[in-house]
């Protein structure tokens, strides 16, 4: 089993920066990737970025050169940097980790104002 603690969301205006967290417990030295997805109201959850154990990254096309994705394996715990954010990008950002199973965080909620 693994558990997922997201952290640093909240409200931003359009333009600014944010840092989310997510820390990993339990059987964490059979994960190999782990990420971050999105739901905005209304809408499907979708990827954002993604990360292996080894650092290989992939981006949504709608946050490449915003948004940067990082790991600490030391920690157990994925990083979004998110910068340039716009009001689209409103929506709650869920963690992710995958082994031979996937779960998910609680969720925290991001707004950008315009």
């Known amino acids: 089993q693994v558990q997922l603690v997201e952290s640093g969301g909240g409200l931003v205006q359009a333009g600014g920066s944010l840092r989310l967290s997510c820390a990993a417990s339990?059987?964490?030295?059979?994960?190999?990737?782990m990420g971050w997805y999105r739901q905005a109201p209304g809408k499907q959850r979708e990827l954002v970025a993604q990360?292996?154990?080894?650092?290989?990254?992939n981006y949504a096309d709608s946050v490449k050169g915003r948004f940067t994705i990082s790991r600490d394996n030391a920690k157990n715990t994925v990083y979004l940097q998110m910068n340039g954010l716009k009001p689209e990008d409103t929506a709650v950002y869920y963690c992710n980790a995958v082994n031979l199973r996937t779960y998910w965080g609680q969720g925290t909620q991001v707004t950008v104002s315009s």
């Open positions: 339990g059987s964490t030295f059979s994960i190999n990737f």
């Open positions: 990360i292996s154990r080894v650092g290989t990254t």
